[in-house]
């Protein structure tokens, strides 16, 4: 069965940093579609990185140019590099495979991870 297992969250104060790592089993990489969401309390989840098959990578625009997105496909492995996190970051971050995309918009996934939380304090 697939299983995705996320790590690296933790508290950082506004400004800070943090790397998740995802580790994926019971599947290959090739020819899927892999990301990241997140989702608040009381906020709907938010696609925040996905790359597609092509290799083209989406990102949220509330983190574009603070997040990068990348994969060690040898190893099935997925990170998100997290820069200047504000407290609007403090979330619950999923990895997910088979990412549904829809006109460059990153929408939904067939595989979720149970999360890793992300707090920013100001």
């Known amino acids: 069965q697939v299983q995705l297992v996320e790590s690296g969250g933790g508290s950082v104060q506004s400004g800070g940093s943090l790397r998740l790592s995802c580790v994926a089993s019971?599947?290959?990489?090739?020819?899927?579609?892999l990301g990241w969401f997140r989702q608040a309390p009381g906020k709907e989840r938010e696609g925040v990185a996905a790359?597609?098959?092509?290799?083209?990578?989406i990102y949220a625009d509330s983190v574009k140019g603070r997040f990068t997105f990348s994969q060690d496909i040898t190893r099935n492995t997925l990170y998100l590099a997290m820069n200047r996190l504000t407290p609007e970051d403090t979330a619950m971050y999923y990895c997910?495979?088979?990412?549904?995309?829809?006109?460059?918009?990153?929408?939904?996934?067939?595989?979720w991870g149970r999360g890793t939380q992300v707090t920013v304090s100001s």
């Open positions: 019971g599947y290959s990489f090739s020819g899927r579609r």
């Open positions: 790359i597609a098959r092509d290799g083209t990578i």
């Open positions: 997910a495979a088979d990412i549904l995309l829809w006109s460059g918009t990153i929408k939904t996934a067939g595989y």
